[in-house]
C-alpha cells in the first residue's frame, strides 16, 4: 500500500525559506503513470494547488505562487521536496503530499496525514 | 485560471439524500475528483473520474455532471458523512495546473 509521509521545520522565520520533504513508501516515485504534487491549507480554510513534478525532474506550479516555489525529486529516495521562499504569516498552513496521475482525468490519492507549518519570528 | 465554486454548508437528515455542487468552466472540459476531510484529518479520495469510487468508500456516494457543474451525492446520508466536502479539477486554461473548490462543509442533523 503506497504512503506519503511530509517532514520538515514546525516553525520558519518571516523572509526566510520553509522546506519541506515527502517520503514515499510501498511504491516507486518513479512511475511514469503519477505526478507527485503539494497542497496546503491555512488554518480553517481551504485547499490550494502548490505544484507537482515529475519523476523526470519536470513541474508545474500554481501561477499565484510559481516565483517563490520550488519542487525537486531525488528517486534515488524515494523522496520529493518543497521549497517556499519569502514565507510570511500567510504561509501558515498544514502541508500536503499527494500523488496523481499524469493523465487526465486525475485525482489526488494517497494524500500524507499534513504537517503544519508555522511562519512566526 | 480557473475557479471552481461550492455553496459553503448544506445540511441533511439522518437518512436523507443530500447533493453537493461545484460550478467551473473547467467542468466542461475535465471531470471533478472529490475530497471529504474531517476535523483535523488529512483529504479522502470519495469520487473520481466519471463517477468512480476508491475501494472503502460507500457506494451511498456517487458522482455526476452537467455543462459546467460537478455533483457528489450521498443517498442515506449517515453521522460519519459529516465532514467538509471539496472538488478538483484541472485548471482548464491549458496548463497543467490544477484548482480546489472552496468547499462544502455538510451536517448530518
Known amino acids: 500500500q503506497l504512503q506519503l509521509q511530509e517532514s520538515g521545520p514546525g516553525l520558519v522565520k518571516p523572509s526566510e525559506t520553509l522546506s519541506l520533504t515527502c517520503t514515499v513508501s510501498g511504491g516507486s516515485i518513479s512511475s511514469s503513470n503519477y505526478y507527485w504534487g503539494w497542497i496546503r491549507q491555512p488554518p480553517g480554510k481551504g485547499l490550494e494547488w502548490i505544484g507537482s513534478i515529475y519523476y523526470s525532474g519536470s513541474t508545474h506550479y500554481n501561477p499565484s505562487l510559481n516565483s517563490r516555489v520550488t519542487i525537486s525529486v531525488d528517486t534515488s529516495k524515494n523522496q520529493f521536496s518543497l521549497k517556499l521562499s519569502s514565507v510570511t504569516a500567510a504561509d501558515t498552513a498544514v502541508y500536503y503530499c499527494?500523488?496523481?496521475?499524469?493523465?487526465?482525468?486525475?485525482?489526488?490519492?494517497?494524500w500524507g496525514q499534513g504537517t503544519l507549518v508555522t511562519v512566526s519570528s | 485560471s480557473s475557479e471552481l465554486t461550492q455553496d459553503p454548508a448544506v445540511s441533511v437528515a439522518l437518512g436523507q439524500t443530500v447533493r453537493i455542487t461545484c460550478q467551473g468552466d473547467?467542468?466542461?472540459?475535465?471531470?471533478a475528483s472529490w475530497y471529504q476531510q474531517k476535523p483535523g484529518q488529512a483529504p479522502v479520495l470519495v469520487i473520481y473520474?466519471?463517477?468512480n469510487r476508491p475501494s472503502g468508500i460507500p457506494d451511498r456516494f456517487s458522482g455526476s455532471s452537467s455543462r459546467n457543474t460537478a455533483s457528489l451525492t450521498i443517498t442515506g446520508a449517515q453521522a460519519e458523512d459529516e465532514a467538509d466536502y471539496y472538488c478538483n479539477s484541472r485548471d482548464s486554461s491549458g496548463n497543467h495546473n490544477y484548482v480546489f473548490g472552496t468547499g462544502t462543509k455538510v451536517t448530518v442533523l
Open positions: 473520474g466519471e463517477n
Open positions: 499527494a500523488r496523481y496521475s499524469s493523465v487526465p482525468p486525475s485525482w489526488f490519492d494517497p
Open positions: 473547467s467542468l466542461n472540459i475535465y471531470y
